[in-house]
């Protein structure tokens, strides 16, 4: 059940804006101590929680149109808390947390059956193949917020929920009950040059990212502002990233749909 | 040699010509072990394994040999609750059977963890919302179960029956095997239907979802209902390549009849719902996700996943076996009833595999492509493992228990002696005399 006064953490991400300059991957490479491998050509087999995507609409020049579309882990509320991934674990080793709305993954916990993997349409979980190696010196860098994940795990996007515990600590310390809205920003909100992407409480009226999403609590958070779309929403998956595009054929590219629908099938 | 060992009133092959047989499969084994270390020491970075087919060719063949495995659950079904005596006579073979591809299950799970060590926690952190749960509890208690209907085979070996305390321990648990094969009935029912709730519950991936009753999607009975009704074909089908290696028949006719009929009749209930399911599916849930029937099939000629696959699974090996098998004619016919097992084997083996591999293989995001997947050397070696581990284990059981209570009936030995042997051991307390050797719960 949902808490009285619970937050919905969710993000907003203007497609218009986004150039595809791949700061939010690199800023939540760095903050979030993802691995890599000397040769990472191989996207099928390398981590990034915030995957940027490049749509186009299939027509050729002049009508030839292009768009990036950044995607993290979508924090899918499901029914009632039950996201695609979070039902399916075994091990209960990951999380829908009622208070927040964040899909945790706890990594001491997973023992990597890959079930979770199988559950998500959007692929935003994934699996470390191998063990960390950092190039020398480059352990001093690591973010000491974050444990590093080691061999055989799943892990994805978690919102960057250790700035949000830092955030709760330091409202804390100074008496505070709750958080300012920017006291808790994820790393990939902060680094967009563009401004593209929007990060706050859902349920929060004076946040930003509610009053870009609108979302409809009587219809699963579904967005009220006709520019704004959630990927594969048809689905059930109820996520908490919402999408806006000035453009249709970028909006309908976000789901499926049938022949009778009006359908724009767009090519990555 | 080993005279001593081999149950009496049976001929077996030299013992040299066994070590070779043993020899050539022991080397496949070792072959599969090689890859099964290496998976171990290095990790899954050893399979062709990737983010987008986090289950591949080890889910498939876990889901495959438990669906084929179902023959000893159904057919102590049918041999202790419906009372069907007439298979006492292949009872054993099927626990067999069943032992073989629950414990290749078991050790395939074991590898295809990222974390092998952690395994345990399946069980003390358990998540009771999850199918896997479910599939791993009742798995290794139904595991239990088999080694349990196993053991009094083992026991009924002809040195091993002279131990007092073997002969006694054997005799009181066949006592109380019916017990053992009802748990086993109903903790295979669960099993299998929740690894049919694997691909069914996941409202992400339209191919494998499916609506239900309760926390069962349709999928959960499907599973279980398949089971019942192919696992009784590899039951059959190995049996006849038992009986081609050995060149002797091992069970009578009516006993194969008789299970081929059942099973005939499974598979033809079965096929109707799944064709039921399939409509629906195609019909009803699937667009109302966004998607029409044809998005699930690749038209790539040449595709692994083309709608041939589809025709496969539900024509040419489910119709067309169970139309084999409830025709008396048609199965009484020893080609047809090879045919038939064949395609059974087959068609629930291309049913897991869809449900496992074709789930992972559509794109779901209308702005991503198929997902290609070639198995590496690795999985493909550490698939045969169990296969090679399955014939050895067959080959010794066969070899030195009685497994077939038929097999001296219908292979009589005319050679000096045995009248007096057979005599002598009828004389003997826990010897087999010149009746045909009750299976182990008979006795």
């Known amino acids: 059940m949902e808490k009285k006064n619970a937050k919905k953490f969710g993000m907003v991400i203007d497609l218009d804006k986004c150039t595809g300059c791949g700061a939010c991957m690199v800023a939540c490479y760095a903050e979030n101590n993802i691995p890599f491998r000397e040769d990472d050509t191989d996207k099928m087999l390398s981590i990034s929680w915030m995957h940027v995507y490049r749509l186009n609409n299939g027509k050729p020049f002049p009508d030839y149109e292009e768009c990036f579309l950044p995607r993290p882990c979508q924090h899918c509320e499901g029914h009632h808390g039950h996201s695609p991934c979070v039902s399916v674990c075994p091990a209960t080793a990951t999380d829908y947390d009622m208070a927040t709305g964040i899909v945790s993954q706890i990594y001491p916990r997973c023992f990597g059956c890959r079930y979770c993997m199988a559950a998500c349409p959007y692929h935003v979980r994934q699996f470390n193949w191998w063990d960390p190696i950092w190039p020398d010196g480059m352990e001093q860098m690591l973010n000491p917020g974050v444990s590093v994940r080691m061999r055989g795990v799943v892990e994805k996007c978690s919102f960057c929920i250790q700035r949000y515990q830092a955030a709760k600590d330091q409202a804390f310390l100074e008496g505070r009950r709750e958080i300012e809205e920017d006291e808790y920003q994820t790393a990939c909100t902060q680094a967009c040059p563009a401004g593209a992407i929007t990060f706050g409480d859902l349920n929060n009226p004076e946040h930003a990212v509610h009053q870009l999403a609108l979302p409809d609590p009587r219809h699963e958070g579904r967005s009220n502002n006709p520019l704004a779309f959630r990927l594969l929403e048809r689905l059930g998956t109820n996520p908490k990233i919402y999408y806006l595009s000035s453009r249709e054929w970028v909006r309908r590219a976000g789901d499926n749909y049938l022949k009778a629908e009006f359908k724009t099938k767009a090519h990555s | ?443």
């Open chain 2, 1 to 443: 040699m080993d005279s001593a060992l081999i149950p009496k009133g049976v001929k077996r092959c030299p013992i040299w010509q066994f070590a070779l047989w043993i020899g050539a499969n022991g080397a496949v084994l070792a072959w599969g072990g090689f890859a099964m270390l290496l998976v171990y020491i290095k990790g899954l970075n050893q399979t062709n394994m990737n983010n987008a087919y986090g289950f591949a060719l080890w889910i498939w063949a876990d889901l495959a040999v438990i669906a084929l495995g179902g023959g000893a659950f159904f057919t102590g079904f049918l041999r202790y609750i419906v009372g069907k005596d007439e298979l006492k006579s292949i009872i054993n073979y099927a626990v067999l059977i069943g032992f073989i591809c629950y414990s290749s299950a078991l050790m395939i799970l074991g590898f295809d963890i990222g974390q092998p060590l952690r395994g345990w926690f399946i069980f003390w952190h358990a998540n009771v919302h999850s199918m896997l749960t479910e599939v791993a509890f009742c798995l290794t208690c139904y595991f239990g179960v088999l080694t349990i209907e196993y053991i009094p085979m083992v026991l009924e070996n002809r040195k091993l029956d002279k131990i007092p305390f073997f002969h006694n321990l054997s005799h009181n648990m066949h006592e109380i095997m019916a017990v053992f094969a009802a748990t086993g009935v109903f903790l295979s029912f669960f099993h299998q239907g929740s690894l049919g709730g694997v691909p069914g519950v996941l409202f992400g991936r339209p191919f494998g979802f499916r609506e239900g009753v309760l926390v069962w999607p349709w999928t959960f009975f499907l599973f279980t209902w398949s089971a019942a009704a192919f696992g009784p074909c590899f039951t059959i089908f190995i049996t006849k390549i038992t009986e081609t290696i050995t060149r002797k028949k091992l069970v009578k006719d009516n006993v194969i009849d008789l299970l081929a009929k059942i099973s005939g009749w499974m598979i033809f209930f079965y096929i109707i719902a799944k064709i039921i399911d399939t409509v629906y599916w195609a019909s009803v849930t699937a667009p109302s996700k966004g998607f029409t029937f044809w998005d699930f099939y690749s038209s790539n000629p040449g595709s692994a996943y083309g709608i041939w696959i589809l025709i496969a699974e539900l024509g040419v090996c489910g119709v067309l076996p169970a139309l084999i098998l409830i025709t008396p004619k048609l199965r009484q016919t020893q080609s047809f009833l090879w045919l038939a097992v064949f395609l059974g084997v087959l068609g629930v083996c291309l049913n897991r595999w869809v449900m496992v591999l074709q789930v992972l293989a559509i794109p779901v995001l209308p702005f991503e492509n198929w997902f290609a997947y070639l198995p590496s050397w690795q999985e493909i070696a550490t698939t045969i493992l169990p296969v090679a581990y399955g014939i050895i284990l067959i080959s010794v059981s066969y070899r030195y228990l009685p497994i077939f209570p038929q097999e001296r009936e219908l292979n009589p030995i005319d050679e000096p002696g045995t009248a007096a042997e057979a005599a002598e051991a009828e004389a003997q307390p826990g010897g087999s005399g010149p009746e045909p050797e009750l299976s182990p719960a008979e006795s």
